[in-house]
């Protein structure tokens, strides 16, 4: 559904610099196994690519209603507030933790493997068989571990 180029034409038109195959589909991570049985099952979960840009990480979200990648960005991080982002396997999915001195971020993207079953491959799909998620992974997971070494 998105293609990545139109991915990064909404980041640069709000003044970033993209990095090229460095994003990724995500949600914000549950808690525990309770909340994300209550997510799952009240469909809630809300979607996002994270970028990895020039300077920052930036999060465009999706629409919940159409799942059409929204124009604008949600959040942006800079890079030199981040204090550490840690990048662990959970279940299906890896759990990203992104720590800055006033808050932490917890996020959750699908594993790749899987990935072309799964919401992640539609949000991710450019054409058949193109599941840009999966190609990016785990160049993007690596990269977000370096930033703060």
Same mark, same amino acid.
């Given at each position: 559904?998105?293609?990545?180029?139109? #991915?990064?034409?909404?980041?640069?038109?709000? $003044?970033?610099? @993209?990095?090229? /195959?460095? /994003?990724? !589909?995500?949600?914000? %991570? @549950? !808690? /525990?196994?309770?909340?994300?049985?209550?997510?799952?099952?009240?469909?809630?979960?809300?979607?996002?690519?994270? &970028? #990895?840009?020039?300077?920052?990480?930036?999060?465009?979200?999706?629409?919940?209603?159409?799942?059409?990648?929204?124009?604008?960005? %949600?959040?942006? #991080?800079?890079?030199?507030? #981040?204090?550490?982002?840690? !990048?662990?396997?959970? $279940?299906?999915?890896?759990?990203?933790?992104?720590?800055?001195? &006033?808050?932490?971020?917890?996020?959750?993207? &699908?594993?790749?493997?899987?990935?072309?079953?799964?919401?992640? $491959?539609?949000?991710?799909?450019?054409?058949? $068989?193109? /599941?840009?998620?999966?190609?990016?992974?785990?160049?993007?997971? &690596?990269?977000?571990?370096?930033?703060?070494?």
């Amino acid at each position: 559904m998105a293609k990545q180029t139109k #991915i990064w034409e909404i980041i640069k038109e709000a $003044g970033y610099s @993209p990095l090229e /195959n460095r /994003n990724i !589909v995500v949600s914000y %991570a @549950p !808690v /525990n196994l309770s909340e994300s049985i209550v997510k799952f099952l009240e469909c809630s979960n809300e979607f996002f690519v994270l &970028q #990895i840009c020039a300077d920052e990480l930036v999060l465009v979200p999706f629409s919940k209603m159409t799942r059409v990648l929204k124009k604008e960005v %949600a959040l942006e #991080i800079p890079f030199d507030t #981040i204090e550490d982002i840690q !990048v662990v396997a959970s $279940g299906l999915n890896y759990i990203i933790t992104i720590r800055t001195a &006033q808050d932490e971020l917890r996020l959750s993207a &699908q594993q790749k493997e899987l990935s072309d079953l799964r919401l992640t $491959g539609i949000l991710a799909n450019e054409e058949l $068989g193109k /599941n840009w998620h999966k190609k990016n992974l785990d160049e993007t997971l &690596q990269a977000l571990k370096e930033l703060k070494k």
